[in-house]
């Protein structure tokens, strides 16, 4: 019989011996680390290696937790007014007049007949305090007014209103002071030209009032005279306002 050769020096005639299996993993789950001998070409871990541990997940932080954000306001919405203490102290009252008004309404509707009787005398009441009213009423204040006798018109006033009224220029150049004259700016034949223009534009006088006249302190006096007629068949009022100087004559004509 051959010998068989054997790196582990089996004996002749016999097998050689066969290097224990490793174990087996369940099936479906990979065996340990270290359970095979390494493949060829990779050395193997040195004594006491220890492999690493598996990594384990780490969950993040959890953020810290924040207060609920308020919703964004407006800023255009206007800050809401405080309450007027005025209005507070008013309102109460108001709603207590308009509660009255509104029961007296509903009670009116239920007693037509004493609503009726009750409305009589307000009325009557209320009528008779504008009567009292009236009659306590003060009276006008003390006013003094002079009024004094109307003095007599002198000539030179006559003689000018009976010159208008005749439509005599002369008459009325007459009774007019030199210093008159030169402020009107006018001659007689002027006065005469205007008075025959009245005449024929149908001016009639048909009444003349002496309303007022009094003599001043510095020796002139003052009259006023309206004087009533037509022109042209149409009413017209005229007052004139006449001064009298201390030679007697006219010394100033104006129109009111």
Known sequence: MGDTLSPYGSGPGGSAPQPPAPPQAPHGAYPPPGAYPPPPGVYAPPPGYAPPRALAA?????????????PPQDRY??????????????????RKALLGVYLGVQAARRHKRVALVVTVLLIGLIATGVVVRQLTLPGPPPLTIERPGLPALPNSVIH??????TFNGQEVWDSLDPSARSQSGVTENQVQASLNQERAQGVQTTRMVYSGGYHASDGTSHYTIEIYGTLSGQAQIVTLYIVVGTSGLITRISTL
């Open 160 to 165: 000018y209103l009976h010159g208008e009224i």
């Open 77 to 94: 919405t206007p800050d809401p007014k405080p309450r007027s203490q005025v209005w507070e102290g008013f309102k109460w009252p108001l």
């Open 58 to 70: 780490v969950a993040p932080p959890s953020a810290p937790a924040h207060p609920p954000m308020e």
